[in-house]
């Protein structure tokens, strides 16, 4: 499942890894846009910067986005008001508006092609229009220009929509390519293929590769999606969440960027080249019995809207998303660290990553915007601790479910789902120990509490897992640890 914009994207060099005895002041894990522009921000300011990437550049969240950077995010910024007070909630805007003239004029100066549109955020029927009432009161009380449409020139079902003009879309592989080119250009070195497998807990950090190398550094940045150590429990504070796209030849240009403001969501934007992608059907990642079906569901949408159009491309996405819609940027705990995280973006990455580039470099060097300080310094409230109630709630349901999947399939002890017998693996996430789900649209192994992924054989593809699955032949003697 490749998506349009990796399948487009030429591979990126790589540079040999930092000796032990050449320390580097940053070390920054991920090579998404959260990663590649905290590296480049900091190694403008004159570090030594080293970015590591367990796959390759964009192969996570960045290069499977839809691309759209937006100010008008869907119903984010009216959910942001139900959980956080006014002045977080126009930070939250400050900071994302900051963000998107950032990339933009970064794209400008490297020769990144994007197109502007109109962000669209509209109700498929009736049941959806209070929704997008909500948010337009939102985002106008937040002081966006946004603009009521009873009617879209669209072929889809819709009954109103809020609209904001002078928004943007991207391939976001094209401005990898564009970091990755100036981070070199400024002395940042890039490293693909090394999986972190541990992190000291005391001191200068240093963290341990897969094949055995360390690196040491004055600051670490976890750039990861979500956070590969446990040690600021963010997973217990984040939902996991995977969508889909498509990617179909044969249509027209678009005027606007669409998405629903249901549950059950759909977006649509043109691409140059005849292009639609859309987008929707997601769920929480391992929480379904098919995702071959919300795969087939996005599909039947876009065959009746879309007709005449092929698809060439299908992929989906992981994000993650915070109890209050804000993400957490900053010191892995409270207090002050040394090391930085960046997660809960909640689909809205192409703004969003480069908030958290700019929080964590200005952080490391000493000059935080007003917006950052007010976010990171931003306090739960009842509403955002009932929805981490509501989270956890989910992943206990997950563990009662996989409980009774095992006892149905009669598995010995703890081997997990039946197919991963016939795969020769224990299916047993090796960050907390969830049951494993067959992920039937992308041939992974899913895990249901905190969103890991595993390939068919085993070795992790994402989340906060560190170490590959058991095999079956060592189940026995070893126990799944992980980074802590």
Known sequence: MTSLWLDRAAPFADDPLPGSGAPVDALVVGAGLTGLTTSLLLARAGLRVACVEARQVGAVTTGRTTGKVSLLQGTHLSRIRSHQSEDVAAAYVDANREGMEWLLRFCDDHAVPYQRRT?????????ERSSVEEEHQAASALGLAVEWRDTLDVPFPHVAAT?????????????????????????????????VRSVSKAGRPTIRLEGGETLTADHLVLATGTPILDRG????????????ALALDGAG????????????????????GGTIVVGGAGHVVGRTDSHLAHLDRLRAWAAKWYPATIETHHWSAQDYSSADGVPYVGPLRRGGDRIHVATGYQKWGMTNAVVAARAISSDILGDMPPWAQTLSGRRPTSSNAAEITRINLGVGAAVVTGAVRTARERLPGNAGPAQANQCGIVGVCTHLGGLLKWNDAEGTWDCPLHGSRFTPDGEVLEGPATRPLLKRSSAAGEAGDRAD
Do not use: C, K
């Not at 962000?119 to 049941?127: F, I, K, L, N, R």
């Not at 991207?170 to 990755?180: G, H, K, P, T």
């Not at 549950?263 to 691409?271: E, G, I, Y």
């Open 119 to 127: 962000a669209v955020t509209y109700a498929a029927d009736e049941q």
């Open 163 to 195: 609209t904001l003009a002078d928004q943007a879309q991207i391939d976001s592989m094209d401005v990898l390519a564009a970091l990755v080119e100036q981070l070199r250009s400024h002395g940042g070195t890039l490293h693909q293929g090394h999986r």
């Open 233 to 244: 429990l963010h997973f217990a504070r984040l939902e996991p969440q995977r969508s889909y």
């Open 253 to 272: 240009p678009m005027e606007g960027m669409y998405l629903s403001a249901g549950s059950d969501a759909r977006s649509v934007r043109d691409a140059p």
